[in-house]
């Protein structure tokens, strides 16, 4: 039994641990025994709760390692089954050594701690916890009003991941196995198949294990990787042709059902000291293939390693930043990102992999062993053709992406020399793009805003209030140019300021003065070219020139908070200060401000780029007979010049852009950061 505290003033009763095992699954065991084996279990305290009284099997380890690897001397009791050979495609039996293929029965590693909670006389609750805390003194978990402290909490409880927008892939890999007797032998039951894609892939990436334990019994899994787990009875018809076609006649003895999250999505865990995270919730799961046993194998001997040598253990506790970083991580993410955005490519890339690639290779790659040579000709071998597009696809989301591009094209347009016809096509086709693409369509998709449901239609109350909206604006032109150029400043400084600032993570009154900064700085650089379109709308004068040392304070800020985003946008807004106004204003409104609102209305409506395009569609046309209207209306009464028309642009935009203003609050309404 353990001991109670007195000495410890608190008004709960108290009892006090060694350690204490949240959660007795496979990382649990592993580390149990590993103490157990150094024989660092001898008078100490030990809790182990779990909701679960683990007495039946309910998975199926399986790892490959060296016949003399640590792992494999370790676990040799409870390794029901190896393999040293693998099946595969056309019957192609391949040798694994040095390799082995093991399998243990969960049940068989179970009843493990089972004899070691025997043994020792530990205390065991059945009981889910839902939080485990912690104070000066030690983490604790209350259970029931009674307070359970420990030196360390082992905190093994299944994980929740926050997969955010984009970035983050979150799939499972799922398999239905069933565990058959077959009437005739089977032909090769010393080697198991590893991957078998000859079934149907669903519009998924699925693929057959078969595991011979005998002459007579085979598991047979059925396995998809996608981001639907799946469903017993599509499971059903795959397994019955598949056993029918390859073995013949059988009964079925067992079946097994299971799901792995496949994901590169930070851990919503709070590294509390003294709380040590194991297994599925330290990270152990590769992201890719759904393997751990082996890393939660080792992962118990670092452990055991530090706590012989009175090493504190919080080093054990992976941040979600350490996980994805090196090399590794990249091909987990290139692969998750491959199999859930383009499933139908799986089977091709998997099947390349095992026929072009010795499988002991295959296997050192899995285990993150091998060097970048052998990583070159593993990935020569595969369609690469898919790769490079998801690298430039993840590349692009990545928030360093587009203000290099900015800052490429900047130093492209400025090296073909201001005012040049080269930099005058290049512009304006640039412009012309990105103004169809995505500067007039992020605006033209306020009607699904309101509701933040892309299936809702879109109402006659709410084209009348756009309208009028935008009428007020344009009225204020005719009406006072000045008070609507003024109006127009500060609601264009609000709404450049939001979209960025929330990126940047600055504060309401930061983002509003940088929105306002920006605006200064791109018409202040390029004083002389905005009077001449501001003496076209108006009697105004911007009479304070811009001085470029005022982006120095931005830099330092972003240094400081070491963005290299905004890093990169300092620097190219500087470059844009060389310019034409033209093209430094389209630079920043289109490739930074329109495409991070694009990117915040793609997450607020949870829609595909393409669709949001197509949503657009309707208003975004409806602006551009508008605008042509609004020209032939200009030119059929002036003698039309270049800023002629930019002042015209300009007033067309202020007053469609003030009701996008107002819906886009819907997309940004609290102070959080946008991911
Ligand atoms: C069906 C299946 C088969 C797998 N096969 C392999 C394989 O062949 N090879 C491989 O490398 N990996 C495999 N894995 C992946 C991985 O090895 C396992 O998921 C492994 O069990 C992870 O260990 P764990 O300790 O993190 O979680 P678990 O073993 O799931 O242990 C977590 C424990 O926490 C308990 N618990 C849950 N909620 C609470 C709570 N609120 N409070 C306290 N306790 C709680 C559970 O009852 C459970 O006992 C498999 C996974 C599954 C699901």
Not at 58 to 79: V, Y
Not at 147 to 171: E, G, L, Q, T, V
Not at 201 to 211: A, C, D, E, H, P
Not at 519 to 526: A, D, K, S, V, W
Request: contains cysteine; charged residues 20%; glycine residues 4%.
């Amino acid at each position: 039994m353990p001991k109670k505290l007195s000495k410890l003033s608190t008004e709960f009763p108290l009892q006090e641990y060694d350690y204490i095992f949240c959660g007795v699954g496979a990382s649990a065991s592993l580390v149990l025994l590993q103490l157990h084996n150094h024989n660092l279990l001898v008078n100490k305290h030990i809790l182990l709760i779990d909701p679960d009284n683990k007495r039946k099997k309910d998975k199926t380890f399986c790892f490959w390692a060296e016949e003399e690897e640590a792992i494999s001397i370790d676990l040799r009791n409870i390794i029901s089954h190896k393999w040293q050979n693998v099946w595969l495609a056309e019957g192609k039996i391949e040798s694994l050594k040095p390799l082995e293929y093991n399998h243990i029965a969960s049940i068989d590693l179970y009843n493990e701690v089972h004899n070691l909670i025997e043994q020792y006389g530990w205390e065991k609750i059945t009981d889910s916890i839902d939080q485990i805390k912690t104070d000066k003194i030690c983490p604790f978990i209350e259970i029931n009003g009674i307070i359970f402290r420990a030196k360390y909490i082992f905190d093994s409880r299944p994980p929740d991941y926050r997969p955010s927008f984009i970035k983050d892939i979150h799939i499972f890999q799922s398999f239905v196995g069933w565990l058959i007797k077959t009437e005739t032998p089977i032909s090769n039951p010393d080697a198991f198949r590893f991957m078998d894609f000859q079934i149907d892939q669903q519009n998924s990436t699925q693929f057959i294990y078969v595991l011979p334990f005998s002459e007579n019994t085979a598991l047979v899994e059925v396995t998809r990787f996608g981001e639907h787990i799946i469903e017993e009875d599509t499971c059903k018809k795959i397994l019955e042709e598949y056993i029918e076609t390859i073995f013949g006649k059988y009964a079925i003895l067992d079946v097994e059902t299971g799901c792995i999250p496949m994901s590169n999505a930070a851990i919503d865990k709070s590294n509390l000291p003294g709380v040590i995270s194991l297994g599925a919730r330290n990270y152990q799961i590769k992201p890719s293939t759904g393997y751990a046993f082996k890393n939660m194998y080792y992962q118990s001997r670092k452990i055991v390693e530090a706590i012989k040598n009175n090493q504190a253990l919080d080093f054990v506790n992976k941040s979600d930043l350490e996980i994805k970083k090196g090399r590794f991580a990249f091909y987990d993410n290139l692969l998750l990102d491959i199999l859930k955005n383009n499933p139908k490519k799986g089977k091709p890339i998997f099947e390349a992999l095992l026929a072009k690639t010795k499988i002991k290779l295959v296997l050192t790659f899995l285990d993150e062993k091998t060097n970048l040579k052998h990583d070159i000709f593993i990935f020569s071998q595969l369609p690469w053709a898919i790769f490079i597009k998801t690298i430039l696809k993840r590349w692009f989301q990545k928030n360093w992406f587009r203000p290099l591009m900015l800052l490429l094209i900047a130093i492209i347009l400025l090296l073909l020399g201001n005012h040049t016809m080269p930099q005058k096509y290049v512009s304006n086709g640039l412009i012309l793009g990105g103004m169809i693409s995505v500067g007039i369509p992020h605006g033209a998709v306020d009607h699904l805003l309101e509701s933040g449901r892309w299936d809702r239609r879109v109402t006659p109350l709410f084209i009348v209030k756009y309208l009028f909206l935008a009428a007020c604006v344009l009225l204020l032109w005719f009406a006072n140019s000045s008070i609507a150029l003024s109006f127009f400043l500060i609601y264009s400084s609000w709404h450049f300021g939001q979209a960025d600032g929330k990126r940047w993570g600055f504060s309401r009154g930061l983002s509003m003065f940088w929105g306002s900064f920006i605006l200064f700085f791109i018409l202040g650089t390029h004083i002389q070219e905005t009077n001449q379109i501001l003496q076209i709308i108006d009697t105004y004068k911007l009479s304070i020139e811009c001085p470029l040392w005022l982006l120095v304070p931005w830099f330092g800020v972003a240094l400081f908070k070491k963005n290299v985003s905004f890093i990169l946008t300092i620097i190219w807004l500087l470059l844009s200060a060389y310019l034409p106004l033209i093209i430094s204003f389209s630079l920043y409104f289109i490739g930074q401000h329109s495409i991070t609102g694009w990117y915040d209305i793609k997450k607020y409506l949870n829609m595909s780029n393409r669709l949001i395009w197509l949503h657009s569609l309707p208003f975004h046309s409806a602006a551009w007979i508008f605008l042509s209207l609004f020209l032939l209306n200009y030119t059929s009464t002036s003698a039309i010049q270049e800023y002629d028309l930019w002042a015209v642009f300009f007033i067309f935009i202020s007053s469609i852009s003030f009701p996008h203003v107002i819906y886009m609050n819907y997309v940004y309404p609290t102070k959080k950061k946008m991911k």
